[in-house]
């Protein structure tokens, strides 16, 4: 198979893909790298000229640059914790056998098909509204105050919106993994003597460990970029903007393209600082 | 102690009798082995006794006392899986100590019997390392070792030889029963392989269709199968069975003659026939004899040189003390 002519060709055929690639992810690297160096705003004179590193020191400096760092890892880290541990106990649950298991499967795939816009506004409209959403009656009829969901708990609420739109995702994977282990490994546990609490935690949370780093590095990398359901809630408001926020409020709001790309780049960095150490992490898990 | 008294027991899957109601004693450091055809019924038989299955119906006592309802963990019995089920992401040293670890016992006894066990197991060389790196055959102790820590009343095997190669199966096979020698314990070994029966067992059940056509010990099983199932299956190769006129001149439906029971000559002998095949073992040769108007075909043992071709005519002559008679519902005939 592998003679010197086929390799040849398989070049030759793989090419237009590479290229094609290539192009796709160059093209607006360099023009953003391009953009970062330059002091250019549409609505203010357009290309002003080369602004050196200055756009990059204006980034860092600005007083929301490491409020939309924690912001974004805190989104991350609790969608992360939240996918996680209800997509193990979503998945052990669908992988009992019940009746109309095929139906259940589905309506807890479903949330994953509806687009992120138009989740957070069902969320933000019809259960996070103060006055007319589902939790603001719920906690009339017992009795209590309701909670402006989108001012008093920001953060906690775009978590829950985020979360509930990838827990799918995570169980979908999960219930895949769970269903690959062997039978006999859990009658050997039983018959070792180990009770249900047990066996989930040496054998099934173990044999777990590969699907949950797939589905930590999927997710984050996704989850990085986190934009539709800060729009359309709280608009970067009460403590929300994330890195990705604020790039898109220097670029659009700020008309300043200079300074937006500047961010960009961090976001670039910011991004492949956390891929590595998941590499590491998964790397070591796929391993054994 | 380990003796296991089954008492009527039953099981159904639905509406599905898998094993009607079936009655069995198994004696303190007995080797039993639970032999028959896939989907007779063993293996369930295997797995109620472990408690990994409930009954339908009956009781099962271990030791005399009543063990139906009790969970697989308290009935004191160790299992050694087809797949070996071994802990994937523990060292051998870990899988072998889980079900001690689970027992909460101190961690020095932990050590002392894993060693243990690793010694009489011979898998020192290779106690840190993972299932994953093992050969079928060093799984294989693992699986056992896990087994014989727990120091059970009783050690159930479920094909465990299953995935071996042959070479390793016949070396796993006698490490077994060596294993049974020393430790005494009593040992219920399912298997659809009559060799692994015959060479292991003290007392072989047969079963089909999740009934017990006979118990005994191998050499009563080979000498006077009760019924035409028992006999055909054990022994290797099979039992020729002959029907119609010839049985009727034994007073039988039909008669059985093992291969080795019957001589071979080119020249003389009872029935004629011609040679189809012959296998060559080196130090036995069984023939494959076609057109004896007896049976479709008949298998002889034969001496390890047998110079016959495909084709050639062959005589043959049944020792006549040899014969097994059967009845029409294929019963024994004394």
């Known amino acids: ?288 | 102690m380990g003796r296991i008294t089954l008492d009527k027991v039953t099981k159904r899957f639905g509406d599905v009798e898998v094993i009607p109601p079936l009655d069995l004693t198994i004696e303190d450091g007995e080797f039993v082995v639970f032999v028959g055809p896939s989907g007779c019924g063993k293996s369930t038989l295997l797995r109620l006794i472990a408690g990994l299955e409930d009954v339908s119906g009956g009781q099962i006592r271990i030791d005399s006392k009543d063990a139906t309802d009790l969970p697989p963990a308290k009935r004191g019995l160790a299992m050694v899986f087809q797949s070996y089920a071994l802990y994937p992401h523990m060292s051998v040293r870990k899988n072998i100590a889980f079900p001690l670890k689970m027992a909460k016992m101190d961690q020095a006894e932990i050590d002392r019997r894993v060693d243990n066990a690793a010694k009489v197991l011979n898998l020192d060389s290779y106690i840190d390392r993972r299932p994953g790196q093992l050969s079928g055959g060093q799984r294989q102790r693992v699986a056992i070792g896990r087994a014989i820590v727990r120091e059970p009343s009783a050690f159930l095997f479920d094909e465990p030889l299953s995935n071996l190669d042959a070479a390793l199966r016949v070396g796993m096979r006698l490490e077994i029963s060596e294993l049974h020698e020393r430790l005494k314990t009593t040992m219920v070994y399912v298997t659809h392989d009559q060799v692994e029966a015959m060479t292991m067992a003290d007392k072989i059940v047969v079963l089909q269709a999740g009934v017990i056509e006979q118990v005994g010990s191998p050499l009563e099983l080979y000498h006077t199968p009760r019924n035409k199932f028992v006999a055909g299956f054990i022994g290797s190769p099979k039992m020729n069975f002959i029907e119609g006129e010839t049985a009727a001149q034994h007073g039988a439906h039909t008669i059985g003659i093992r291969p080795e029971h019957l001589t071979a000559s080119a020249t003389e002998g009872l029935w004629k026939g011609t040679v189809s095949v012959s296998e060559h073992l080196g130090s036995d040769t069984f023939l494959h004899v076609h057109e004896t108007g007896l049976a479709e075909s008949i298998t002889v043992r034969v001496g390890g040189e047998f110079p016959v071709r495909h084709g050639d005519t062959v005589y043959l002559t049944p020792e006549a003390d040899k014969i097994h008679r059967f009845d029409e519902k294929g019963l024994r005939i004394a």
């Open chain 1, 1 to 288: 198979m592998a003679t010197q002519h086929s390799r040849a060709a398989a070049r030759i055929m793989m090419a237009p893909a590479v290229i094609l690639l290539l192009g796709w992810m160059l093209v607006p690297l360099t023009m953003t790298l391009y953009f970062s160096f330059k002091n250019y705003l549409p609505l203010r004179g357009g290309d002003l000229g080369w602004a050196g590193f200055e756009n990059y020191t204006r980034f860092v400096t600005s007083s929301s640059f490491w409020p939309s760092i924690l912001t974004t890892l805190i989104i991350v880290g609790g969608v992360l914790f939240i996918t996680v541990v209800f997509g193990v106990l979503l998945a052990l649950l669908l992988d009992r056998p019940m009746w109309g298991q095929g139906i259940v499967r589905i309506l807890v795939i479903a949330p994953f098909f509806v687009m992120p816009t138009v989740s957070a506004l069902v969320w933000k409209n019809m259960f996070m509204d103060p006055t007319n959403g589902l939790f603001a009656h719920l906690w009339r009829a017992f009795g209590a105050q309701p909670v402006e969901w989108m001012s008093q708990a920001s953060l906690p609420s775009i978590i829950i919106i985020v979360s509930w739109q990838w827990l799918p995702f995570a169980t979908l994977i999960l219930l895949t993994a769970i269903q690959s282990l062997d039978g006999e490994q859990l009658e050997a546990s039983e018959m070792d003597g180990a009770p249900a609490l047990k066996r989930f935690w040496y054998i099934i949370l173990p044999h777990l460990s590969r699907a949950i780093t797939v589905v930590i590095l999927i997710q984050t990398i996704f989850l990085l970029a986190v934009f539709a359901e800060i729009f359309v809630t709280t608009g970067g408001a009460f403590g929300t903007k994330t890195l990705s926020y604020l790039i898109f409020q220097r670029v659009l709001e700020s008309q300043n393209i200079g300074l937006g790309s500047a961010g960009g780049v961090y976001a670039i960095i910011l991004a492949n600082i956390i891929a590595i150490f998941l590499m590491r992490i998964v790397g070591k898990n796929l391993d054994n």
